[in-house]
C-alpha cells in the first residue's frame, strides 16, 4: 500500500503512476479510515469542540476526496474499460459513507452543540458559515429520517448516484462511437481548411480514406455552421439530436430509463424529507428563495426576449428563403443560415476571426488580463500529466504561492464533451503552514492541426475564448481564495445559483479593444484583430440574442418543471413536459425526433438538477458586478481597472463560500443586484 500513488498525498497527484488497479485498495483503506474518524468524532465521550470533530473529520474526509477526485477526473478525461470499471466498482461505497455521515443523528447532535456553545458569537465567520451549513445539510441528507426511511434514503443516494453515471457513460459512449465518413471532397463544400484538415487527419488515424466526422463539438458544430451539402448537415444533426436515446445506434446507450428513474428517484427523496418535490429540497441550499420565485424570474425574462426572439427568426427565414433557397428552414439548416446572415449583415466570418486567435496568444493575454486586475503572477510548470496535451502552470502574488492549475484544452476520444473546472486539492490551514489550492481546467476545443504539410497551432473560435475565460473564472475563485477553512474555501459552500458570477463576470473581457489587441496574432503575419473587424465583432455580439436567451430560459424552464410538478412514469411523459414548455415559450421547436433531454448532462449527471436557471440567476449579477468595471473606465476606455479588480478580489473571490452570496456581492457592488445590466448588455432594451 505504501506504494499506491493514489494514498500519496505529500504533493501533487502522480498521474504518470495511477493504474486501475490501484483503486479499490486505495479507496477502500480511506474509506476504513474516514469511517473510523466519524465514529470517534460522533462518539459520546468526544466533546462538542471544533477540534474534536469537525477537524478530525476533515482530515479523513479530505483525503477520501482528493483521492476520489483523481480517479473521478481521470474517469472524465482519460476513460479506459479498466478504469471504469475499478470507478463503478468502488462508487457505491463511496456514496455510501456520504450518505452516513448526513445521517448521524449523533454527529448532528455534535454540530447542533457547537452552534448553542458560549463562544459560538465569537467563531471566525467561516467557522459559523459551515456550522450553519452542516445543521442544514444533516436535515437535507436524511438524519432526522426513522431507521426505515434513512434505510431507503440511502439507497436512493446509491441508485442516484450509480445512474448519473450511467448517464454519462452512455453519451460518451454514444458520442464515441459515432463516425460519418465522407469519400468526396467535394461533399465538404464551405467548410474551413482546418476543419477539413482535422477530419482527413481523423480518417487516417482509423487508417481509412476520405474524411472523417464526429459527435465531439470541435468536428461536428462546424458542419452544422459551414457545410454547404444540406444532406451532410441534417445527417450530422440527426445524429448528435438522438444519442443516447431509442432513435440512437446502440439500445443499450439509450438513457430513457435511466433519466426517468432519476427522476422518481429524486422526488421519493424529496417525499422522504417532508418537501412537496425535489426542486424544493434544491433550493434549500441555493440563493432562490423557491420554486415559484424561480419559475416567475425565468417567464418574465422570457417575456422581455420573446419580442426579440420573433424579430431575429422572422429575418433568419427571410433570410434564408431570399438568399439561400431555403424556403423550408429546418433545425440543421439554423446554424448555417444564421452564419451566412452574419456574414452578409457584419461583413465578416467566425472563421476569419478565428485566424486571430492562436493558443499561445490567447493564454498570453487571458493571463495578463488576470494579472492586472488581480495583482498576480501566472508561470508555467512542469509535473506528472494524464496526457501530453495537458499544461500546469503556478499562481503566485510577490513570489508567494496562491494555487496551481492543469489546463487541459482539446477535444480526443474518452474524454467527456464540454467544459468544466473541478477542484484537485482545496485551500486549508494546516499546522505547519497553508495547502494551497490546485484546480482543474478542463475544455474541448480543436487540437494543432497540420495544414499543407505545415504545423499549425490550435487556433480557437471567439467562442471558445468565451468559455476558456469562464472556466478561468471559476479557477479564480478556487485559487485566490483567502478562506482558511475547507468547507467554505473557494467554490466549496458557495449557493450553486451564484457560483457561476466569478466565470460569467470574466467573459465581458473578451469583448473589451484593449484586451482582444493583446491576445490577437494572425496566424499567417502575426497581426493582431484590426479595429475594423472588432467593430464588426461589437455590431455583431447581440446577433440573434433573443433566440438564445429564450432558448437558455427554454431549458431552465424545462429542469425546474421536471422536478417540481411534473409525473414522470417514462421517456414520454419527460418528452410531454419538453412539448409543452417550447408550446408556450419557444419560437424555434426542434423537429419531433429530437432528443435533446437524453443528453442533457447538465441535469442528469451534472449537478445541475433543478439548478439550470442558475445561469441565467448569476448572469444578472456577474453583468452588474461587470458594470461596475464599466463606470470606472480609463480615459484611454480600458475596463482593466486595477482598484475596481482588488475589490471584486476582496469581496467575492477571496471570500469564497464564507458569507452568503448576496453579502458578497452587496460588499462589492454597494448595493442589491439589478437586471438592467444583464438587459443592456444582451441588446434586450427599447
Known amino acids: 500500500m505504501n506504494d499506491n500513488p493514489l494514498l500519496d498525498f505529500s ?21 476504513a479510515k474516514a469511517n473510523a474518524a466519524l465514529d470517534q468524532a460522533s462518539a459520546d465521550t468526544t466533546p462538542a469542540e471544533w477540534d474534536q470533530v469537525v477537524v478530525p473529520l476533515d482530515d479523513a474526509s479530505e483525503r477520501l476526496s482528493r483521492a476520489w477526485g483523481v480517479i473521478s477526473h481521470l474517469n472524465a478525461v482519460a476513460d479506459t474499460p479498466e478504469l471504469r470499471a475499478a470507478y463503478n466498482e468502488m ?17 448532528f447532535e455534535k454540530y447542533k452543540a457547537l452552534a448553542a456553545a458560549k463562544d ?29 426511511d434513512k434505510s431507503r434514503f440511502a439507497s436512493i443516494q446509491d441508485k442516484q448516484a450509480a445512474s448519473a453515471i450511467r448517464f454519462s457513460e452512455n453519451v460518451l459512449d454514444a458520442t464515441n462511437d459515432f463516425a460519418l465518413f465522407v469519400e468526396d471532397i467535394r461533399e465538404l463544400s464551405g467548410l474551413p481548411e482546418d476543419v477539413i484538415a482535422a477530419a482527413r487527419a481523423a480518417a487516417e488515424q482509423d487508417a481509412k480514406s476520405g474524411y472523417k466526422f464526429t459527435l465531439h463539438f470541435p468536428s461536428y458544430f462546424p458542419v452544422l455552421q459551414y457545410a454547404d451539402q444540406r444532406s451532410l448537415r441534417e445527417a450530422i444533426y440527426r445524429a448528435n439530436a438522438t444519442k443516447a436515446s431509442e432513435l440512437g445506434a446502440k439500445p443499450e446507450w439509450d438513457n430513457s430509463q435511466v433519466m426517468t428513474e432519476l427522476l422518481q428517484l429524486r422526488k421519493e427523496e424529496a417525499q422522504l424529507l417532508g418537501y412537496p418535490a425535489y426542486a424544493d429540497v434544491s433550493l434549500a441550499a441555493k440563493m432562490a428563495e423557491s420554486p415559484a420565485q ?18 431575429d427568426l422572422e429575418e433568419l427565414r427571410a433570410f434564408a428563403a431570399s438568399e439561400l433557397n431555403l424556403p423550408d428552414l429546418q433545425a440543421w439548416d439554423v446554424t448555417y443560415a444564421s452564419e451566412k446572415l452574419r456574414q452578409q449583415r457584419y461583413a465578416f466570418s467566425e472563421q476569419e476571426v478565428k485566424e486571430y486567435f492562436p493558443e499561445n ?50 477535444a480526443r476520444a474518452g474524454k467527456r464533451g464540454g467544459a468544466w473546472m473541478d477542484d484537485a486539492r482545496g485551500r486549508r490551514a494546516l499546522k505547519d503552514g497553508i495547502q494551497t489550492p490546485v484546480a482543474y481546467l478542463v475544455c474541448n476545443f480543436s487540437a494543432p492541426v497540420t495544414l499543407n504539410g505545415v504545423q499549425r497551432p490550435a487556433l480557437f473560435t471567439h467562442d471558445d475564448v468565451i468559455t476558456l475565460f469562464h472556466e478561468f473564472g471559476h479557477g479564480l475563485h478556487h485559487l485566490l481564495t483567502q478562506v482558511d477553512e475547507l468547507a467554505v474555501s473557494g467554490i466549496s459552500g458557495v449557493e450553486w445559483d451564484a457560483v457561476e458570477l466569478p466565470s460569467q463576470f470574466m467573459e465581458n473581457f473578451c469583448w473589451e479593444w484593449d484586451v482582444l489587441q493583446s491576445m490577437t496574432a494572425h496566424v499567417e503575419n502575426g497581426q493582431p484583430l484590426p479595429r475594423s473587424l472588432y467593430d464588426k465583432m461589437i455590431a455583431a455580439k447581440n446577433f440573434q440574442a433573443g433566440l438564445q436567451t429564450l432558448r437558455q430560459v427554454e431549458f431552465a424552464l424545462l429542469d425546474m418543471r421536471l422536478h417540481h410538478q411534473a ?88 471570500a469564497g463560500g464564507s458569507r452568503p452570496a448576496l453579502d458578497s456581492f452587496t460588499a462589492f457592488r454597494g448595493r442589491a443586484p439589478d437586471i438592467s445590466a444583464l438587459l443592456r448588455h444582451s441588446g434586450m432594451t427599447a
Open 91 to 107: 462508487q457505491p461505497a463511496v456514496t455510501e459513507f456520504g450518505t452516513r455521515v448526513g445521517q448521524s443523528l449523533a454527529l
Open 567 to 654: 409525473e414522470i412514469s417514462d421517456a414520454a411523459s419527460v418528452q410531454s413536459v419538453i412539448d409543452d414548455v417550447r408550446k408556450q415559450f419557444a419560437v424555434l421547436i426542434p423537429p419531433a425526433f429530437n432528443r435533446m433531454q437524453h443528453s442533457f448532462s447538465h441535469i442528469f449527471a451534472g449537478g445541475y438538477a433543478a439548478g439550470y436557471y442558475s445561469y441565467k440567476w448569476a448572469e444578472v449579477l456577474s453583468a452588474d458586478a461587470y458594470a461596475a468595471f464599466e463606470e470606472s473606465r480609463s480615459a484611454d476606455g480600458s475596463t482593466l481597472s486595477a482598484e475596481t479588480g482588488q475589490r471584486f478580489l476582496r469581496e467575492v473571490l477571496e
Open 11 to 31: 504533493g501533487l497527484p502522480r498521474f504518470a503512476d495511477i493504474r486501475a488497479e490501484h483503486v479499490a485498495p486505495a479507496i477502500t483503506e480511506l474509506l
Open 294 to 311: 424561480v419559475t416567475a424570474f425565468l417567464e418574465d425574462l422570457a417575456q422581455r426576449a420573446r419580442p426579440f426572439a420573433e424579430k
Open 120 to 148: 459560538y458569537a465569537q467563531l471566525p465567520q467561516a467557522r459559523k458559515t459551515i456550522i450553519s451549513h452542516a445543521l442544514r445539510d444533516f436535515r437535507l441528507g436524511g438524519a432526522e429520517l426513522n431507521d426505515a
Open 361 to 410: 496568444k490567447v493564454l498570453a493575454g487571458l493571463f495578463d488580463v488576470i494579472q492586472r486586475l488581480f495583482g498576480v503572477s501566472i508561470q508555467a510548470e512542469q509535473t506528472a500529466t494524464w496526457h501530453p496535451d495537458v499544461k500546469f502552470f503556478r499562481i503566485e502574488r510577490n513570489g508567494q504561492l496562491l494555487g496551481q492549475f492543469y489546463l487541459d484544452l482539446y
